[in-house]
């Protein structure tokens, strides 16, 4: 059977908030089964319970974020989530407690591969039930003018992204990458991909209250020629794998992971959600899956998720 996980012990980090700039601590916790992913606000009298949810992102403007309202008729946010639920999806975590004490998880390094880490230490575990699936049966597609995301049906995951940069630092050929995680290692080769932004931008984001925290430990920086970061980047098509691995969290959020071949092309926070609220509204589009021999599962995350 492929059951449900969650992480054996508690483990703690600290870090900055890419745009809200504050310090913020973070602790990620067992949760029993058929919890889900379940951020709490600690820093609020009483502490607010924030499930991940696709109905539940209230913002996309340079990330995810989760909103709910609290017993006081408060809108209460958590914002960047979507590198967390990432490394989340790509260890197979179905149930978490994430204890946080401000508005934004903390950024890191920029990519999950910091998130990842923290789960590996703490311990994985499997859950007595199953672990559940969503299937997609048929063909949902999401456009924005030339921008667009699509869920088809696959008896697995695999991604297929596209990019398109004008810019000297960003290769022509590599704008595209096609991901299988049958065969393919989240952790090795998605987990490390940095998010990315460019110089003449940071002064309008920070004057929308955004990327306050961003900085050349956190980001890759480029300016009209090159990437200003000492180190370079860390794999030639870093750009189009740190979509990759957004679009892994952005459709996390969904509760559960998918069976699915998704394909884009220039698609974002948006417009990834814009494509799970499409599914969900669509009758007969999707289904829950459980897989009670591990012989009839499909070949999924094989290289990260085993042993537990």
Do not use: C
């Not at 975590?93 to 990842?116: K, M, R, W």
């Amino acid at each position: 059977m492929m059951r449900q996980r969650t992480v054996r012990s508690a483990v703690r980090a600290t870090g900055m908030g890419l745009h809200s700039g504050q310090r913020v601590a973070l602790l990620l916790r067992p949760a029993p089964p058929d919890t889900g992913i379940v951020f709490r606000r600690i820093d609020l009298d009483p502490a607010v319970d924030v499930p991940a949810s696709a109905r539940a992102v209230a913002d996309t403007r340079m990330a995810s974020t989760l909103a709910v309202t609290d017993a006081a008729g408060r809108e209460v946010r958590v914002a960047t989530v979507e590198h967390l639920m990432s490394a989340l999806a790509g260890l197979g975590i179905d149930n978490l407690y994430v204890d946080i004490d401000a508005s934004e998880v903390p950024i890191l390094d920029g990519s999950a591969g910091t998130f990842v880490f923290l789960i590996q230490s703490a311990g994985i575990v499997e859950q007595r039930p199953a672990k559940r699936f969503v299937a997609v049966r048929k063909t949902i597609e999401v456009r924005d003018g030339d921008k667009w995301a699509r869920l088809e049906p696959h008896f697995g995951f695999r991604l297929d992204f596209t990019i398109h940069f004008d810019h000297p630092a960003i290769d022509s050929s590599a704008q595209r990458v096609m991901v299988d995680f049958a065969t393919t290692s989240y952790v090795k080769e998605v987990a490390r991909a940095r998010t990315f932004g460019f110089m003449h931008e940071v002064e309008a984001l920070r004057a929308m209250g955004l990327a306050r925290g961003g900085s050349f430990d956190n980001a890759i920086v480029m300016d009209e020629y090159r990437v200003l970061n000492a180190e370079g980047l860390r794999v030639r098509d870093e750009f189009v794998r740190h979509k990759i691995l957004d679009a892994i969290g952005d459709l996390y959020v969904l509760g559960h992971p998918l069976l699915a071949s998704y394909t884009a092309h220039k698609s974002g926070h948006a417009l990834n959600n814009a494509l799970l609220r499409a599914l969900l509204d669509s009758a007969g589009a999707w289904e829950y899956q459980s897989f009670a021999q591990p012989r009839s599962a499909p070949r999924l995350f094989t290289l990260d998720w085993y042993p537990a």
